[in-house]
């Protein structure tokens, strides 16, 4: 009530202000003008009747008149009326000023009531807006956009926040922004047919393409200008997807009626007409040469049409005029056979009249000869039978090409189509691959595609870069089901396009290159090592492009023709100038003789230094050819043979000498080829038997053996032909006289370096007078060859044990020089200095064990291996070896559970040989063990055996390798040899170790993967033959505090270690680098021992402790001696200790061990 009241006071207050602003400028304007005013009160009371209403209205009607009487109405400043003007002015005024009010109160509440049925409007329309099933765009006249409801945001994707404001330009194609534009700039000064409907394409947020049917309607300002547009968008996409297609397909079948008319316009045809209720039938002439008669032949009736149709097709033809005859429409085709006995096609098409009463009139139409149609369509089944054929051989190709082929069915390979031998590549059971590159991104394989070690994004894969390029994409990667399972992969990917040039689809055929790869490697490894060969046996190279006549050699090659090395580009002429002139055309007609006729160049010559000496060599090369046949390069080699040319001229004169001494010798001389065919006699032969040598050759020297003595001759002689072995017989021939002399037949095969014969060279010697000294002879030639093959197989096993000496001494020096240089030349922190320490002592300790083992190899091929038997506790073997691998099966966190028996049986054995033998066991299987293992060992006795067996739970032995892995040099695979490491050699030791022992050693696994188990068995010692006392080492540390040792050694590092490991135990150390100053200092300071290296220049250790061993007893004569050496042999350890030493140690010093022999020397 309050708020009301205050409304009308407001008003009030506005028509007497209204008032008094009109009296005042009235009171202004008439001093100023001297005219009457009043008129300014009807201004008053008109903006207090629009502000206020009616009642504000007539209160300023009230104060107007009563103004306007008092301030202007004579007498002034007087309420009077003077006349009956005054008062019709009154009344006018007043009745003026009430209409006015009224009209404006009414304006007023007409007013409201239109703002407020426009606000219920609005609130309606915007509803409707945003309920909308279109979208709705208002935009002003420069294309800014003011509003979009929910709908077209959702259309286009966007929310209504980024569009609001936007131009909307930015929602369309470049071409559709300059219509657009134009289209604003029409509505801005053009009103004529504002309200339009047009189709209009717009871009998405996600770049795709929204069709719309867009209605719009300018929205005009109250100067009737254009000042923004409503535009009402209705999604037609699938629509216009359908339009499209409807379109392409009327195109298509546009042109198929425009071929079908155009073949209808150039085929005969002819009309009729058919009178059905008369039957006449009237045909063209045209029509009746398409059925083969001449004009005015034809009948002229139903039946006489019926008569020319071929009977298989009348019944048809019948019916469907009939069906015609209620439809309305005729159109059938059917066979003509004419006169002549020819069939021709025809297609008919009529329309059916009806009278007024429907029934059936006439029928008008025409006949087209389709002959050449149904011929086409005929041929047209026939080649669609062909390509359906050629499509399941297609088919059938992709299912037995060894190809993997994958075809895509689209740019981004979501939908895909794979043949057998790619599911067979992938190991997927074949229909299991859709796609390649699903929406959600996740790769779809079990396995990894990768190159060069990294994985390959889905998006770069060879067939989806093809697709997004549209360029073919060759390709190699590696399809990586496990680490141990990797399959190299080669291939190309191409898109497929479509008739509009867009890429419809990729297709890829990849190769399964494994073996191809690793074929590659090992020509790559081959030619390497041809390489090395060739720098290993000193040959040269060389390659000549003849087109641009430059020839590279390789540093032999120049080193060979005598030129310095380091230009290895050369000219042709360069080689010419160093060929001997007499050998230069020859060498000019071998080129070019094996350049025309296409063949291996071979050649010797001889090349003259600048130094003017002469050197032979030998080449051999090959042109090349290019696709027209013409040379364009040759490859070739080289060595020199000047050593071997002056052997040949020394052979030639041995030659001549070997036939001068066979010609003169007693004893008959005879070379046979490797099959025993004899090919030269010398000349005894020939005096001896009478015989010539065509009668001798081959096996015509039989014929002068003693019958008797014909068959075991050749037994003999073809078995030494067979094995190869010396041929040595006793036989009787038949002298020229008659007489058969027993002689001595004696062959032996010469062989070249492969170990091939190539000739036996034998003799027969006279012994019918020696027969019992020749005998003796013969024992002691078997002796003799006896010793060769023993001489011979120990050269064998020398070669292998040689073999692979360096195959692992270098890989411990690495981290040992690494460390050491690193501790030198820079500042290490004490944690690094520590590990660089522990790492040499390590990679030292394991050199130690590799020499160890190669000399336990060595002892074991020359049968030296021997063994220091004692009684042997094998739980105290066992538990210690398990004590020394603890550490390292700790670090691989390893489990070692032992079953050992304590009441096992001692046995009779070396302990430190069989606890080698443990520990090696052992070694394996934590080193073929992985993380998290297992080992189990177990002792326990078996009758008169005890049985020691370890279990694992590694890497496992193939059954393919399990017979030989007690051989010497024998491992699993490369794989493992790169990975682990080792000479191959352990096994072998510890099965020769245990037989030693009278053991057996036997290996067993189920397989790679699964662990294996090696079982020791050894026989036990019986009751009786337990006479060993047991009696235990006290363990202390040596005492050698105050010792005097002179110590010598010519390598000053090896000399400088011994000395600080001396004075860490408290030993006074004089230090010498000769074996004289050595000498000097025994007798200067009386040492309590000497330590000294063997191998020393001018004087050895030897000579060292025999000149000391021949001084008196007071200077030094009976002083203990160690010896320090690097020669591990038996052989060597007992000619230390014959020289006169006490003592030897094998370098690398242990410095513990050191300690316990001087300790042991000196007390």
Known sequence: MLKVQRLQMQRYGVAILSVLMALLLGLMLEKLLQIKVASLFFAAVVFSSWSGGFSAGLVATVLAILANNYFFTQPIYVFTL?????????????????????????????????????????????????????????????????????????????????????????????????????????????????????????????????????????????????????????????????????????????????????????????????????????????????????????????????????????????????????????????????????????????????????????????????????????????????????????????????????????????????????????????????????ADGEFPFQFKIQKNGQDIPPNELPMQLAGRIGKLVEAECEFVFSDEDVRSVYGKAVPLWDESGSIRGVIGAFLDVTERKQVEDALRENQERLALALDAARMGSWDWDLLSDRVMWTPYHEMIFGYEPGNPHRTYQDWLNRIHPEDLHRFEVTIKTAMTKRQNYEDEYRVVWADGSLHWVSAFGRFQYDQQGQPMRMLGMLFEISDRKQAEAALRQRELMFSTLADTMPQIFWITQPDGYHEYFNQRWYDYTGKTLEQTRGEGWQTVLHPDDVQRTSEVWQDSLRTG?????????????????????????????????????GSCTDIHDQKLAIEERAQALARERAARIELEKASRMKDDFLAIVSHELRSPLNPILGWSTLLLNRQLNAQKTTQALEIIQRNAKLQTRLIDDLLDVSRILRGKLSLNICEVDLVAIVEASVETVRLAAEAKSIQIQTQLDPTVGKLEGDPNRLQQVVVNILTNAVKFTPEGGRIYIQLQQLGTNAQIQVTDTGKGISPNFLPYVFERFRQADAATTRKFGGLGLGLAIVRHIVELHDGKIQASSPGEGFGSTFTVTLPVMTPASHSIENHELQNHGPNLQGLRVVAVDDDVDSLDLIAFILEQYGIEVTAVSSAREAIKAIAQIQPDLLISDIAMPEIDGYTLIRQVREMEAVKGGKLPAIALTAFAGETNNHKILAAGFQNHITKPVDPDELAMVIEKEVK
């Open 82 to 438: 003077n006349n009956a003007s005054d008062a019709l002015e009154l009344i006018i005024f007043s009745s003026v000023s009430l209409l006015i009010s009224s009209l404006n109160a009414e304006l007023q509440v007409a007013k409201q009531a239109s703002e407020a049925k426009l606000a219920t409007l609005q609130v309606s329309y915007r509803r409707l807006l945003e309920t909308a099933n279109e979208g709705i765009w208002i935009f002003d006249n420069q294309g800014k956009t003011e509003y979009v409801n929910q709908r077209l945001a959702e259309m286009l994707g966007y929310a209504i926040e980024e569009m609001i404001g936007q131009p909307i330009f930015n929602f369309v194609e470049h071409q559709v922004e300059i219509e657009l534009d134009r289209w604003l700039t029409q509505q801005r000064y053009n009103l004529q047919d504002i309200n339009q409907q047009f189709d209009l394409c717009l871009c998405c947020k996600d770049t795709s393409e929204l069709w719309a049917i867009v209605s719009t309607s300018p929205i005009l300002n109250q100067q009737g200008e254009f000042s923004s547009a409503i535009a009402m968008l209705t999604d037609i996409t699938k629509r216009k997807q359908t339009e499209v297609a409807l379109q392409e397909s009327q195109a298509a079948l546009q042109q198929k009626q425009e071929r079908l008319d155009l073949a209808q316009a150039a085929a005969k045809s002819g009309s009729f007409e058919w009178n059905i209720q008369t039957n006449v039938n009237i045909w063209s002439k045209e029509l009746e040469a398409l059925y083969g008669l001449n004009p005015g032949e034809f009948g002229g009736s139903y039946e006489e049409w019926a008569r020319w149709v071929h009977p298989d097709d009348l019944a048809k033809a019948e019916a469907d005029l009939m069906n015609s005859l209620k439809t309305g429409e005729f159109f059938t085709d059917w066979r003509v056979v004419w006169k002549d006995g020819s069939i021709h096609w025809m297609h008919a098409r009529a329309k059916v009249f009806y009278d007024d009463a429907g029934q059936p009139l006439r029928m008008v139409g025409i006949n087209v000869d389709i002959s050449e149609r149904k011929r086409a369509e005929f041929a047209l089944q026939k080649s669609e039978a062909i390509a359906k054929a050629r499509a399941q051989e297609l088919e059938t190709f992709m299912e037995t090409v060894p190809a993997a082929v994958w075809i895509a069915h689209d740019p981004q390979c979501h939908n895909m189509s794979v043949n057998r031998a790619a599911y067979e590549l992938m190991r997927l059971p074949p229909g299991s691959v859709l796609t390649a590159t699903p």
């Open 725 to 761: 072995k010396t041929y040595e017989i006793e036989y009787r021939f038949l002298r020229t006289d008659g007489e058969y002399r027993w002689h001595l037949g004696r062959a032996f095969p010469l062989r070249n370096q492969e170990g091939q014969i190539i000739n036996w060279f």
